[in-house]
């Protein structure tokens, strides 16, 4: 499994533009890998979306990571 350092990626939703370009992350379904806790993040659940990347915190222990467009465009390809 991908993992950005502090979450390990399972998988994503997105909206992509017709380039192949992500455009915004709607839900990421990951593991934290401090407190191990699953769940899935959505819309200010959890999951903040930025012009050029998205925040994930974790539910369980607050643990959050900030990622950027590039990376995230990795992970579009993995089902939700
Ligand atoms: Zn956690």
Do not use: K, W
């Not at 903040?48 to 990347?53: C, Q």
């Amino acid at each position: 499994m991908p993992h950005t350092g502090q979450f390990e990626i399972h998988g994503m939703e997105s909206v992509m533009l017709s380039a192949g370009t992500l455009l915004q992350v709607t839900r990421i379904a990951c593991r934290c890998m401090r407190c191990h806790r699953q769940f899935t993040a959505t819309e200010r659940h959890g999951l903040i979306d930025l012009d050029g990347g998205a925040v994930l915190t974790c539910p369980a222990c607050s643990n959050r990571q900030a990622m950027c467009r590039e990376s995230l465009s990795g992970y579009h390809s993995l089902p939700c």
